[in-house]
Nanobody, 115 residues
Framework: QVHLVESGGGSVQAGGSLRLSCAASESIGRINGMGWYRQAPGKQREVVATITSGGSTNYVESVKGRFTISRDNAKNTMYLQMNNLKPEDTGVYYC?????????WGQGTQVTVSS
């Protein structure tokens, strides 16, 4: 079983930056795929960015060039650097991990971007 804990959310003005962290209870070097998702009020949860154990990354079109996903295996932590934030980036951000044929989720961290 993998426990994931997100941190780093907060309230910023448009154009600002935040760095989210996702700390895992398991060695993330053993986790094949990890990702960040977000859920805006009244909307479905959507994928934001994913990263494989080999370091390959993918991003939803709306965040390309602004967000960077990364992982530090030594710290068992995944990150999401978010720059040039926009009000439409507002939502609860969740990290997940696919491990041993199961999908695990963190509890989420709120990101609020004001115009």
């Amino acid at each position: 079983q993998v426990h994931l804990v997100e941190s780093g959310g907060g309230s910023v003005q448009a154009g600002g930056s935040l760095r989210l962290s996702c700390a895992a209870s398991e060695s993330i070097g053993r986790i094949n795929g990890m990702g960040w998702y977000r859920q805006a009020p009244g909307k479905q949860r959507e994928v934001v960015a994913t990263i494989t154990s080999g370091g390959s990354t993918n991003y939803v079109e709306s965040v390309k060039g602004r967000f960077t996903i990364s992982r530090d295996n030594a710290k068992n932590t995944m990150y999401l650097q978010m720059n040039n934030l926009k009000p439409e980036d507002t939502g609860v951000y969740y990290c997940n991990a696919f491990y041993m044929l199961r999908l695990y989720w963190g509890q989420g961290t709120q990101v609020t971007v004001s115009s």
